[in-house]
C-alpha cells in the first residue's frame, strides 16, 4: 500500500464549479499535512498547510481527518488559473526532522 | 531575496556515467532535502542535509550520495547511472527549526534524461 494515496484525475471542470480532491494516508503517527500545487515542467509549490481544525485560505479549504487518516482539498468558485497538479503531502515523521511523502497528484483542468 | 537555485537546469548522460548536482538553498535557511520525480509520479525524498550531515535517507542505493557544504549550499551526486535515473531532481530548503511543520521551497530542478 502507498503511503499517500490520491486519485490522479483527471478532474476537468468548467470555470465557477467547485471541485474537491481525497487523499488517504497510511502512516497514523503522521504528524504534520500539506497540499502543495504543481504547474506542468515546474517545481511544487506550498499551496496551504492542513490542521487538525481544518483551515480555509480564501477559495481553498482542507480538512484533515486524523481518525480516518483523510486529507481533503476543496476549490470553489474555480479558475482558469487553477488547473495544475494538486499534491497531497505528508511528514510522517514524529521527530521534527522533515521528510515528505508526496502523493502521485491529481490533475486539475478548468476550462471556459 | 533569491529563491532557491539549481544547476544544471538540463543534463544529458549515458548508462554508466557519474552525475553531480548543486544547489544552493533559499536565504536564512539551513536544511537541504533532496527528491527524485519520475513522469507521471509525486517526487520521492532521497536524504536531507542538515549541519553538512546526512540525517535522513528514503529508499535509495548507496549509489546515491550527497554533501552539504558550510554555506549550506549542497551536491547530489549518482554514480553506475541507469536508464531508470532519468527524473526530474528537485532541491529544498527550510529554515532552522525541529516542529517538522517547516515549509520546504523548492528550487525549479534539474531534468537528468539518462540514455
Known amino acids: 500500500r502507498k503511503e499517500v494515496e490520491q486519485d490522479p484525475g483527471p478532474f476537468n471542470v468548467p470555470e465557477g464549479a467547485t471541485v474537491a480532491f481525497n487523499c488517504t494516508y497510511s502512516?497514523?503517527?503522521?504528524?504534520?499535512f500539506f497540499w502543495y500545487r504543481q504547474d506542468c515542467r515546474k517545481e511544487p509549490k506550498l499551496l496551504m498547510s492542513?490542521?487538525?481544525s481544518g483551515n480555509e485560505d480564501g477559495r481553498f479549504t482542507a480538512q484533515l481527518n486524523r481518525a480516518s487518516q483523510y486529507i481533503s482539498l476543496l476549490i470553489r468558485d474555480s479558475k482558469l488559473s487553477d488547473s495544475a497538479t494538486y499534491l497531497c503531502?505528508?511528514?510522517?515523521?514524529?521527530?521534527?526532522?522533515?521528510?515528505?511523502?508526496f502523493g502521485t497528484g491529481t490533475r486539475l483542468l478548468v476550462s471556459p | 531575496d533569491a529563491g532557491v537555485t539549481q544547476s544544471p537546469t538540463h543534463l544529458i548522460k549515458t548508462r554508466g556515467q557519474q552525475v553531480t548536482l548543486r544547489c544552493s538553498p533559499k536565504?536564512?535557511?539551513?536544511?537541504v532535502s533532496w527528491y527524485q520525480q519520475a513522469l507521471g509520479q509525486g517526487p520521492q525524498f532521497i536524504f536531507q542535509?542538515?549541519?553538512?550531515?546526512?540525517?535522513q535517507r528514503g529508499n535509495f542505493p548507496d549509489r546515491f550520495s550527497g554533501h552539504q557544504f558550510p554555506n549550506y549550499s549542497s551536491e547530489l551526486n549518482v554514480n553506475a547511472l541507469l536508464l531508470g535515473d532519468s527524473a526530474l531532481y528537485l532541491c529544498?530548503?527550510?529554515?532552522?527549526?525541529?516542529?517538522?511543520?517547516?515549509?520546504?521551497?523548492f528550487g525549479p530542478g534539474t531534468r537528468l534524461l539518462v540514455l
Open positions: 529544498a530548503s527550510s529554515a532552522p527549526g525541529t516542529s517538522g511543520r517547516e515549509t520546504q521551497y
Open positions: 503531502v505528508v511528514n510522517p515523521m514524529n521527530t521534527g526532522f522533515q521528510k515528505l511523502v
Open positions: 492542513v490542521y487538525s
Open positions: 542535509y542538515y549541519e553538512e550531515e546526512e540525517r
Open positions: 502512516n497514523s503517527a503522521s504528524q504534520s
Open positions: 536565504s536564512g535557511h539551513d536544511t
